[in-house]
């Protein structure tokens, strides 16, 4: 469902990462040590236009995990799940095991 919005410009669409609540053997985890504010990329535009009219390409691409900011984007509802849209520059970098 996620894949029929194509973001235009430098934008980007994320799905947040939801942290488990409690370990597999039941333990329950607190809030502060289970939230980070991640997500991975679902769909990201093709980029902005600088001074010059080149194309600036989007710094993150399809399926990367990301760093997402505590305030901002925009909440997109598609079908039951729920999305956010970010500006390029307004990630705050990806996430590597």
């Known amino acids: 469902m996620a894949k029929r919005l194509i973001p235009f410009l430098n934008r980007v669409l994320v799905e947040k990462v939801v942290p488990p609540s ?19 990329v679902v769909a990201v535009g093709p980029g902005s236009r600088g001074s010059d009219g080149k194309l ?11 760093l ?20 390029d520059d307004d990630i705050l970098g990806t996430l590597h095991d």
């Open 68 to 87: 997402l900011p505590e305030y901002g984007g925009t909440t997109v509802k598609l079908g039951d799940k729920e999305y956010h849209l970010y500006r």
């Open 22 to 40: 409690k370990t597999d053997a039941g333990i329950l985890l607190p809030e502060k040590i289970s939230k980070l504010n991640s997500g991975k």
């Open 56 to 66: 600036i390409p989007v710094g993150v691409k399809e399926g990367d995990s990301v």
